[in-house]
């Protein structure tokens, strides 16, 4: 399994498996970011007079006495914590039941008495106000982890295609190059590629020569349809019905905006739906869809997942059995999956908008009817 793959699935079940304490530490944040502005959270703390304590800590625990009863503070074991201000002139009392009251450092007024919310949600926040540390340490800690791992994850798959798109611009001129060498030879091409025709249905597809044998090439590059409720490009191969047998197809993947694929469309109908065994390079695997209404119908695919090169030949088996399809790429991928109906109907070429892909060999055998070709 390739590692972008593998990077894709594990930031997939990451954040599947750590939603909850992620969304608990995500809201409770948001509302920590506002204690300081919303006195629901964390009351608003006021200002005394003067900078120096004129008090004693046993005239602030009086004044909360005396002028606060339904708090029901008798003792300092009533008080979580003191907070003394002297910049502000103020001491803050948390008491344990949280409740805060604020006291004048300078004459001893009880300024306000009001419930604070903040500590309650930091321990939500932590993760400690379920089983203490047990949560904190064993549940909330590595899910703040997590969360780092999934911004590291996050990062590589928006970095790598973005890195990519750029090395893809500074070898454009490459990939011209290597589009014209497989155009080249015009008219040996005109005649050698008599062997191997096919009809468009959707998309720019040219016939060319490589190393003498006759090629198809579709070109994402010489395409400028807008979009269409047909909306991958297909070529069928004229005077084949296909049932039951062997297809075979060599594929070269030369370039591609988003990533590389090469298919062999079967069971195509007058209205242009068919199944259609594909590899791309993107998921590095071999599929099985169904084309339908307009829309693409994932069937099944297969586990394995290879990096193929690019602009190398490799080799592409679709065999049909009744219902049951068997869809093989360089001898080592491979897929096996029963249709929903029996195949009967025309064969052909399969790839994406952006992709420059290019077919030769193109072979049926034993139970396809091919037509002479003129």
Not at 102 to 129: F, K, N, P
Request: aromatic share 8%; with cysteine; glycine share 10%.
């Amino acid at each position: 399994m390739s590692f972008n793959v593998l990077n894709r699935k594990a930031h997939h079940w990451v954040s599947f498996a750590l939603a909850a304490p992620l969304l608990v530490i995500i809201c409770t944040g948001v509302l920590l970011q506002m204690k300081k502005h919303w006195a629901w959270v964390q009351p608003v703390e006021h200002r005394g007079t003067g900078t120096v304590p004129a008090i004693t800590l046993d005239q602030v625990l009086a004044s909360i006495i005396a002028g606060a009863p339904e708090l029901g503070v008798t003792s300092w074991s009533d008080v979580d914590r003191l907070d003394v201000r002297p910049g502000r002139g103020v001491a803050k009392v948390t008491l344990k039941n949280r409740w805060e009251v604020q006291v004048d450092l300078g004459t001893g007024r009880l300024m306000q008495t009001a419930y604070r919310r903040s500590d309650l949600i930091e321990s939500i926040h932590d993760g400690s106000i379920f089983l203490g540390d047990w949560t904190k340490l064993g549940l909330f800690l590595p899910a703040g982890v997590a969360l780092l791992f999934l911004w590291v994850t996050g990062m590589w798959m928006v970095w790598v295609p973005f890195i990519g798109k750029r090395r893809r611009h500074k070898m454009a001129h490459r990939r011209a190059a290597v589009v014209a060498l497989l155009l080249g030879g015009a008219a040996v091409a005109a005649v050698a590629a008599q062997s191997l025709k096919v009809v468009p249905v959707l998309g720019h597809w040219e016939h060319s020569t490589d190393k003498g044998e006759p090629v198809v090439i579709a070109d994402a590059t010489k395409w400028r349809a807008e979009a269409s409720p047909v909306g991958f490009p297909l070529a069928t191969v004229p005077g084949v019905s296909f049932s039951n047998g062997t297809l075979r197809v060599k594929f070269k993947l030369i370039a591609g905006e988003g990533d590389q694929i090469a298919g062999l469309a079967f069971n195509v109908t007058p209205k242009h739906e068919y199944f259609f065994a594909r590899y791309n390079t993107k998921d590095g695997n071999v599929a099985i869809w169904q084309f339908v209404n307009g829309e693409r119908v994932r069937l099944t695919e297969g586990k394995e997942h290879v990096q193929l090169p690019l602009n190398t030949w490799h080799d592409l088996e679709v065999t049909v059995s009744g219902r049951r399809v068997t869809a093989v790429v360089n001898g080592k991928l491979r897929l096996t999956h029963e249709l929903p109906v029996a195949v009967q109907g025309g064969v052909g070429f399969w790839t994406k908008r952006e992709s420059v892909t290019a077919f030769k060999a193109f072979s049926v055998d034993p139970k396809g009817t091919p037509t002479p070709q003129r």
